[in-house]
């Protein structure tokens, strides 16, 4: 199984710039898909982001693109979401998950971490 802890959360201002860590335990971390999604209150969980398990692919949804880059350490077995130019519908919970399908479907997800609270403030 693999093992997914979040961290880098917290409060920061509109405009500011956050990045968040996902560290996973496990050899098979490597091989495994990566992807963010986000739950804001009142709202329906929303793919963020996915990286393949080499790190050469990535999507983004469109209302991140050009301020939230997705990468990975697979020597670290860490994968990280910088958030830049955040605004007020950034503020969420964000999860940390692996899979095997490279997708923007949570199904495509197996292991889910706690997740880490990102508040943005006017």
């Known amino acids: 199984q693999v093992q997914l802890v979040e961290s880098g959360g917290g409060l920061v201002q509109a405009g500011g710039s956050l990045r968040l860590s996902c560290a996973a335990s496990?050899?098979?971390?490597?091989?495994?898909?990566i992807g963010w999604f986000r739950h804001a209150p009142g709202k329906e969980r929303e793919f963020v982001a996915t990286?393949?398990?080499?790190?050469?692919?990535?999507i983004y949804t469109d209302s991140v693109k050009g301020r939230f880059t997705i990468s990975r350490d697979n020597a670290k077995n860490t994968v990280y979401l910088e958030m830049n130019s955040l605004n007020l519908e950034d503020t969420a919970v964000y999860f940390c998950?692996?899979?095997?399908?490279?997708?923007?479907?949570?199904?495509?997800?197996?292991?889910w971490g706690q997740g880490t609270q990102v508040t943005v403030s006017s």
């Open positions: 998950a692996a899979g095997n399908i490279y997708s923007s479907r949570s199904s495509g997800y197996t292991y």
């Open positions: 496990g050899r098979t971390f490597s091989r495994c898909v």
């Open positions: 990286i393949n398990y080499s790190g050469s692919n990535t």
